[in-house]
Structures are given as C-alpha cells and as structure tokens.
C-alpha cells in the first residue's frame, strides 16, 4: 500500500498538485498503500518484488492519470521506481519518474515506524522537479483496524519546499476485503479520500477509491488500481 508535490511553475505545477503526492504512497504492500496518500510503515516480505499500476480519472475527464510502480525488497529496505503519465486536457502529457527507497521496522507492540525518500523528474525542462521525505507510522489497534499516520517535506526544485501530511484509518473484516478512509495534506492543499480493496489472491489485488479537495473548484477523481506481487 497503497501518495501516491513537486511542482516548479505552472504546466507541472497543475499535474504535481493532483499526482504527485501519489508517488510517494506507490509502494506499500500491507495496508493503506497502493494509490492512496497515507503510506504505512511496513514492507514486502524478503525476497519479494511487485508491480502496482493504477489509473485516474478526475471527474469530467479534464485530468487522466497512468502508474505504472515496480518495487522489490532489497535487504532491509524496499527500491522502487515511480512513472507516471498525466494527460491534462487541451495541454498534453506530461510524463514524470524517479527513484524510491523505503524502509520501516517494529517499533513496540502493534506499533511500526519507517522513512520513505524519494525524487521526481520529468521528460521537459526543468528535468529535476524535487525530492520529498515522509516518516510513517503504523497502529495495528486490533487484528481489523490499522491507523497510520504521515509527516513528510516536499523539497522543490527552484520553489518553495513545503510540508505534507496525513492519516489513514483501514478496517480489514475478511482476508479478502479492506476500506481505507483518509485525510491528507499536499502542495498546501487538503484532501480526503475513501476506498475499497478486494484480495483476489494473495499474490493480487484491486484498488478502487474516490478522491476529492476540501477547496472550492478542484474536481474529485476516481482511482482504479491493480497490484501484483511476486517472488524474484
């Protein structure tokens, strides 16, 4: 599971605020994860790699997004690689990548913390569009609920670094069904989203979400996703 900021000026500006607080939530694998904005604090298992992919669609189909995420657990921590292609009406696409490196750890009982680093290019000038930390933190309350909870900073590339946040409540009542209820901060707005994931297997599963701003005058989006996970 399931971010999921980085914007200079104008063009990307509009394509970072919407999709880029997604890269940073790309790879997860146990909890919120997957499209969604709130990351957790835990990892794939040793030896394991997976591939998530998931589509946007603001409502009145201005926006499109498409991500593609391979991540594989790489000794203590997981390595990833974020791609994304916004299509934004009467603009054009706008392709962005970049690197990711995650780790996380047990912190106490029920309890787990990690730190998640990564950057974001894209295909025009200004090549380099920033980097972004965020520590999760993950509260296994009961054998059903989770609660994680984000803290982070954007570092722009020639503009303003700003703070990012969230938290994420995930209420799993069967091995195959989970919903996610989140609030989150980015590119200094605030936003809230809810979502279903359906296990088809333990190897895959599917994301579907609606997402929407707290502020006037930004369309909600919905996200379908797919994620795949596998032994190297």
């Known amino acids: 599971m399931n971010d999921k900021t980085l914007r200079p000026a104008c063009r990307t500006g509009r394509v970072l605020l919407v999709s880029a607080g997604l890269l940073a939530t790309a790879f997860s694998v146990r909890a919120a994860g997957g ?28 926006r499109t997004l498409l991500h593609v995420g391979p991540a594989c657990r790489v000794g203590p921590v997981e390595l990833a690689l974020n791609l994304d292609r916004t299509h934004l009406s009467g603009t054009g696409a706008v392709i962005t990548a970049g690197p990711q ?3 996380a750890t047990p912190l106490g009982k029920g309890v787990s913390v990690g730190l998640v680093v990564f950057a974001t290019g894209q295909e025009g ?14 509260w ?5 609920w989770l609660v994680h909870v984000n803290a982070g900073r ?11 946040a969230g938290a994420a409540v995930e ?12 609030r989150f901060r980015e590119s200094r707005r605030n936003f809230t989203r809810a979502g279903a994931r359906w296990t088809v297997d333990p190897a895959l599963s599917i994301d579907l979400s609606r997402a ?16 795949w996970t596998f032994a190297r």
């Open 171 to 182: 209420w799993m009542p069967s091995q195959v069904l989970s919903f996610v209820a989140e």
């Open 101 to 103: 490196l995650k780790w």
């Open 154 to 164: 954007d570092f722009r590339h020639h503009a303003s670094d700003d703070n990012r």
């Open 125 to 138: 000038a200004p090549n380099y569009l920033g980097s972004a930390v965020v520590l999760p933190v993950t």
């Open 212 to 227: 929407r701003s707290l502020h006037a005058g930004v369309p909600a989006w919905w996200t379908l996703g797919f994620n």
């Open 35 to 62: 499209h969604h904005a709130v990351d957790d604090a835990a990892l794939l298992e040793p030896g394991q790699c997976q591939v998530e992919t998931w589509a946007d669609r603001e409502q009145g189909g201005a």
């Open 140 to 144: 296994q309350a009961s054998e059903t």
